[in-house]
């Protein structure tokens, strides 16, 4: 079975260009988280959907990144425009549910680095 | 607010050795507890859980973690660790407002010496 499917995997951008993180969750799972990942802050959950729908963005660092749910099948996360404190590892987790299982299913990853 | 912390960020064992991660929480009521690995260019697996019941919690790949209210830990152990369990490991709590997503630690880097 596939798991959750991240790309770009690795992504080099100059500063002020847009970035756009692509995820498809597992099938079937109704929940999808955002996180970011960096060695100053460790790992931080910047926004999750339920069955499409936004829950709590209160972890998006700034009005530069958004991030959508458009089909249960798919997510964006978008940073417009880039800086070079965005740089880190994105990961993107699916879940079952939302309050009965606890587990979340990891994507590999995309690391930005953004010059 | 609940948070974890993980008071080692390097922990060096030898091959056969046993481990033990530690993991101290804060949190007002009874916590969901889970121990993440992480093996380099991955993303997060899940090794384990806590949600209630017995308090020492098995495992995948042959871990189990302990929960211990008095002490607010969930300390991770494996009895003979082996070269492929070299990774990052990270604790984690949730439970706030009803909801089990959680909150990481900083991690652990295991180095596994042959």
């Known amino acids: 079975d596939a798991g959750v499917i991240q790309s770009p995997r690795h992504e080099v951008t100059e500063m002020g260009q847009e970035v756009t993180l692509r995820c498809k969750p597992i099938s079937g799972h109704n929940s999808l988280f955002w996180y970011r990942q960096t060695m100053m802050r460790g790992l931080e959950l910047l926004i999750y959907f339920n069955n499409n729908v936004p829950i709590d963005d209160s972890g998006m660092p700034e009005d530069r990144f958004s991030a959508k749910m458009p089909n249960a099948s798919f997510s964006t996360l978008k940073i417009q425009p880039s800086e070079p404190r965005d740089s880190a590892v994105y990961f993107c987790a699916s879940s079952p549910g939302t309050f009965n299982t606890g587990e979340l299913f990891f994507g590999e990853g995309s690391r930005l680095t953004v010059l | 607010a609940q948070s974890v912390t993980q008071p080692d960020i390097h922990i060096t064992v030898s091959e056969g050795a046993s481990l033990e991660l530690r993991c101290n929480y804060s949190?007002?009521?009874?916590?969901?507890l889970f121990w993440y690995v992480q093996s380099p260019g991955q993303g997060l697996q899940l090794l384990l859980k806590?949600?209630?019941?017995?308090?020492l919690v098995q495992g995948i790949k042959g871990f189990e973690a302990e929960f211990k209210r008095s002490q607010s830990s969930f300390n991770l152990r494996k009895p003979s660790v082996h070269w492929s369990d070299a990774a990052e490991y990270f604790c984690a709590v949730g439970g706030s407002g009803g909801s089990y997503i959680p909150t990481f630690g900083r991690g652990t880097s295991l180095i596994v010496h042959p």
């Open positions: 949190y007002g009521a009874t916590p969901y």
């Open positions: 806590y949600f209630s019941g017995d308090t």
